[in-house]
Structures are given as C-alpha cells and as structure tokens.
C-alpha cells in the first residue's frame, strides 16, 4: 500500500496535521488496492534517490580534483551597489563567491546571473575571465529570471512527489513538458505514478501537497549544477525508462555532443538544461493547482501536475512573475 507521508511537512498551519494525513492515506490506499497487481520489491524511492546523491557527489569530487593549481580571473561586474572588478578563481568562484565581496546586500537579493551575455547559476562556478551581472526579481525587465523561476517551479514539482508517497510506492519524473509556460500562468511536470495515475486528489490533499513545496521557501538549500557524461547520467537513470530514452538525444544536442546537464536540490537529482534561480529562499506560495491524467502518445497513460509560486520579494507588491 502506498499512501502520502504528510508527517514530513513540519507546519501544516490550521489545518490537523494527524487528520489532513489519516484522509490522504486512506484515499490513496484505496485507489492503489483498486488497481494493485502485485510486485518483486522493486528498488524503493529513497534507494534511488540515494544512489543518485552519492554518484553526484563522486562526480562532483572527482571533477573538483581535475584542478590542479588555482588560477586567478578577472571578473568585471556591472551593477547594484557599484560596478567593481574581482579577481576569482577560475573553475571555482561563483557567481555568488563575487557577491559574497561585496558590500550590500546583494548576494540575498541576486537570483541568477549574467556572465559573459549567458545567463549563469548562482552557485556555477566561472569558468574564464567575464564580465557578470545580477538578476533580480524587482528588475525592470525579469523575462530570464521568470523563465528560470519557473523551471525551477517545475524541478520541485518531482522533488515533491518522489518522496509525498511511501517509499515503496515508485514515482517516475517523466519530463518538464513546453517549460517554462510563463504565458499561461504556470509551471508544469509530467509523472508516472503506476497504478495511482487516474487518482483525482480532492482540494485537501493538494493542499497538502503544496505546503510540502511552501515548507521550502524556510530554507536556503541551493541548486546545485552539474555536467556528466552521457553514460554516467544512463548509470543514475537506469531505474528511469522514461529518462533513459532522453538521455542519448540531450547529451548529442549538447555543445561537446556526450553532456548532460544534472541538478541537485537537497538528495534530490534530476535532468534539466537550467538555469535555476539560486536557491529554496526565492520560492515561497509555491501551490500544486491542477493534477490530471493523460494519454501521451509516447509515454502512454501519466500524469500532468501543474503549480504556480510567487518569490517572497514581490508577495505584496501585487506583481506577478
């Protein structure tokens, strides 16, 4: 049986924590038992999302110790409190290691970067000298930093949903579909939930699931981004069919033609060409609004989730992203 684990949001506000968990799990429960056709104990959420953490983390350690030597770079920024030049470390310092030298408080207010023209992660290390710029959500024009706010919207659809159920329940992140959708109003993600992907959740139960992505905004767990070869993202993905099939496409496309690009929040790793805005603090109101099931002519039967989030910076202007 596999049902909701509401006990992993710390505040539920008013509404009852015990009862809000006890109606979840009973709805699910009875959904899955409906459709239930028996397993082998396949490999469970927490076993995945675990491995896939640590061969990030190899990954990244053995990639750090490719530098050898520190190599200094001119970085010439341009912006809020005054334009200034930086010497850091090449394939090392980041975009937030500059603002971190600087003496206002940008480094909370800068969500994203621009380097070199490209828009940049926070926390991507520079990798040449550049000129750098910050983006920030009371900016005139916000275009990029809303596109990346919403694909980040999106990454955190399937960080809910790989852990909202038992961990013997398994959730599949099928793909971030025509993202970000900013025009409509939305971020969306599509899953394969098994033999959960007809279930209607009631108003409560999304409820629920959106204060799992609400709880994060009390954080500050950043984006982490990182680049891997085509057949180590095959190796994290094998218990992924739906990702092992997009891998080989994404690592051609790619500028060295056998790279994918990864992201980790928290344990939580997915595929996705970023960028992400710099970390949890720059999402709050983050709701889960419509979740329905649809036929996919490649995927078959899944199911599409749609949200919308407000970064804490604009919740009173009335300004919408």
Not at 9 to 35: F, M, P, W, Y
Not at 73 to 97: A, Q
Not at 195 to 208: G, I, K, T, V
Request: proline share 4%.
């Amino acid at each position: 049986m596999s049902c909701c684990v509401l006990m992993k949001v710390r505040s539920l506000g008013s509404i009852s924590r015990q009862s809000l968990c006890k109606h979840l799990c009973t709805r699910a429960a009875k959904h899955e038992d409906n459709n239930s056709k028996g397993s082998n104990a396949p490999k469970t959420n927490a076993d995945i999302r675990a491995a896939r953490n640590h061969m990030f983390s190899e990954e990244k350690k053995r990639q750090l110790s490719l530098i050898r030597r520190v190599e200094k770079i001119k970085v010439e920024y341009y912006g809020i409190p005054e334009s200034c030049t930086l010497w850091m470390n090449k394939d090392l310092s980041s975009p937030y290691n500059c603002a971190m030298h600087m003496k206002s408080n940008i480094k909370a207010l800068a969500a994203l970067a621009v380097v070199n023209g490209e828009v940049w992660d926070m926390h991507r290390p520079l990798e040449s000298e550049c000129s750098l710029q910050f983006l920030k959500f009371r900016d005139n024009d916000p275009e990029l930093l809303n596109k990346a706010f919403w694909r980040t919207g999106s990454f955190l659809i399937g960080y809910i949903f790989d852990r909202a159920f038992k961990d013997s329940h398994r959730v599949n992140v099928i793909r971030f579909p025509s993202n970000p959708v900013v025009e409509d109003g939305y971020f969306c993600c599509d899953l394969d939930l098994g033999s959960m992907n007809s279930w209607q959740p009631l108003p409560d139960e999304m409820r629920a699931l959106s204060m799992l992505g609400t709880s994060l905004a009390k954080e500050d767990s950043v984006f982490e981004r990182l680049e891997v070869d085509e057949k180590l993202a095959l190796e994290m993905f094998k218990d992924n069919e739906y990702k092992c099939d997009q891998i080989p496409a994404i690592a051609k496309s790619s500028a060295t033609g056998s790279k994918v690009t990864l992201y980790r929040f928290r344990d939580y790793v997915d595929l996705t060409s970023g960028p992400l805005v710099a970390s949890s603090l720059f999402i709050s109101q983050y709701n889960i609004v419509k979740m329905f099931p649809m036929k996919c002519s490649v995927n078959g039967d899944i199911v599409r989730v749609q949200g919308i989030a407000l970064p804490p910076e604009l919740q009173h202007t009335g300004r919408v992203c």
